[in-house]
C-alpha cells in the first residue's frame, strides 16, 4: 500500500469541507458533508492500519519508498492527512480530534524539516523533480494552517502559512525549469502535474482561516492564479491521459476541492463578483470530478488492479 493512497484522503476530506461549507451558505442539507468527512477519516483509518503494517511486515518495502528520489515525498501526506482527519472528527470528539490535528501538525513539520535538509545536500537527478516535491512543505503547512485557524489558533497558523508560501515560490521555480528545459514527464508521472492547482488553492484556504471580511485583492489573486492553473491542466489532459487511470490521478483532488472552498468562502464573505457567480458551477465540476475518481477508484480494485508493483520484488512474498 503506498503512501500515495492517502491523496484519495486528501480529496475526501476536501470535498466533505466543501459541502460542510455550502450547508452555511447555501443551505443545503448537512448530511452530506458529514458523511463525505465521516467517509475521509473511514477511508484513513483503513490506509494507516496497512501503511503501519507495511512497516512493520514488509519493512524493505517501506524503506524503498522512503528513499525514493519521487516516491519519498508522497509519506509527507500520511501526518497531513492525519491533520485533517482531525479537523473532519472535531464536531464528533473533540479530544480524538485534537490529539490526530496536533500530531499531523508537528508530523509534518519533523518530515519536512528532514526532508528539506536532504534535498539541500543537492545531487538530485532534475528528471526527478516534479510536482510531488510541494507535498511535504507547501502542503504541509498549508495544511497545518488550515487546521490550527479551525482549532482556535491563528496566531500558531500564521507562521506556518508564511512558511508555505514562500516554499510554494521557491519549489515552482525548480520546477517550471525542470519542465521548460528537462525532457517531458514519463506518462506514469504525469497525473502529479494535478498537483500544481493545489498551492494557490489550498494556500488561499489557508488565507482564509488566519483574515476575516470580504476577500481581498491578495485572496481574489491566489484564486485567479488557481483558475489559470487549472486551465493549462485542462489543455494538457489529452497528454497526461497517455497514463491510464490510476490512483496517481487523486493528485488532481485537493487543488480541485480546495478551489471549490475558496469560491465557497468568497460568497460566504460577501463576495457578489465574478467568483461569487462562479461558485456554484465551479462546485458542481469539483463533485463531478472526485465522484469520477472514486468510480475509477472502485473499478481499478474490482479488476484488481489498483495496487501498483512492489518496489522490492521479492516484498510480495515476505
Known amino acids: 500500500m503506498p503512501a500515495g493512497f492517502f491523496g484519495i484522503v486528501l480529496g475526501l476530506a476536501g470535498l466533505g469541507s ?16 458529514e458523511a463525505v468527512s465521516l467517509l475521509a477519516a473511514a477511508v484513513w483509518f483503513v490506509l494507516i492500519v496497512l501503511y503501519v503494517a507495511k512497516w512493520i511486515w ?14 519519498c515525498c508522497f509519506v ?19 479530544p480524538l480530534a485534537l490529539v490526530l490535528a496536533s500530531v499531523g501538525v508537528v508530523g509534518q513539520l519533523t518530515f ?3 526532508r528539506t535538509g536532504a534535498l539541500w545536500k543537492g545531487g538530485r537527478d532534475q528528471s526527478a523533480t516534479t510536482p510531488i516535491l510541494y507535498l511535504p ?3 504541509g ?13 491563528s496566531s500558531w497558523a500564521v507562521p506556518f502559512f508564511g512558511a508555505g508560501v514562500l516554499s510554494w515560490l521557491a519549489i515552482e521555480s525548480v520546477l517550471l525549469h525542470r519542465l521548460y528545459v528537462v525532457t517531458e514527464l514519463p506518462p506514469p508521472l504525469r497525473p502529479t502535474l494535478g498537483i500544481q492547482l493545489a498551492p494557490p488553492a489550498v494556500g488561499c484556504a489557508a488565507y482564509f482561516g488566519i483574515t476575516s471580511g470580504p476577500p481581498d485583492l491578495f485572496a481574489q489573486g491566489l484564486i485567479g492564479y488557481a483558475l489559470f ?25 485537493f487543488g480541485v476541492s480546495a478551489l471549490g472552498i475558496d469560491l465557497l468562502r468568497c460568497v460566504e464573505r460577501g463576495d ?9 458551477f465551479v462546485f458542481a465540476i469539483v463533485n463531478v470530478i472526485i465522484g469520477g475518481l472514486v468510480v475509477g477508484t472502485v473499478l481499478q480494485i474490482l479488476r484488481g488492479k489498483l495496487l501498483p508493483p512492489p518496489l522490492v520484488p521479492d516484498s510480495i512474498t515476505r
Open 58 to 71: 514488509l519493512r524493505a518495502e517501506a524503506l524503498a519508498e522512503f528513499r525514493h528520489p519521487v516516491l
Open 141 to 153: 503547512n498549508f495544511v497545518s494552517a488550515i487546521v490550527l485557524s479551525a482549532f482556535g489558533h
Open 137 to 139: 512543505t507547501v502542503a
Open 18 to 33: 466543501g459541502w460542510r461549507l455550502a450547508a452555511h451558505v447555501w443551505n443545503v442539507t448537512p448530511a452530506v458533508g
Open 112 to 114: 519536512s524539516v528532514y
Open 229 to 253: 492553473q487549472a486551465l493549462v491542466l485542462m489543455r494538457l489532459l489529452p497528454w497526461i491521459a497517455h497514463q491510464p487511470f490510476t490512483a496517481s490521478y487523486w493528485a488532481f483532488s
Open 76 to 94: 509527507g501526506i500520511v501526518p497531513v492527512t492525519t491533520a485533517l482527519v482531525g479537523w473532519a472528527i472535531r464536531p464528533y470528539c473533540y
Open 272 to 280: 457578489t463578483g465574478p467568483l461569487a457567480i462562479a461558485a456554484p
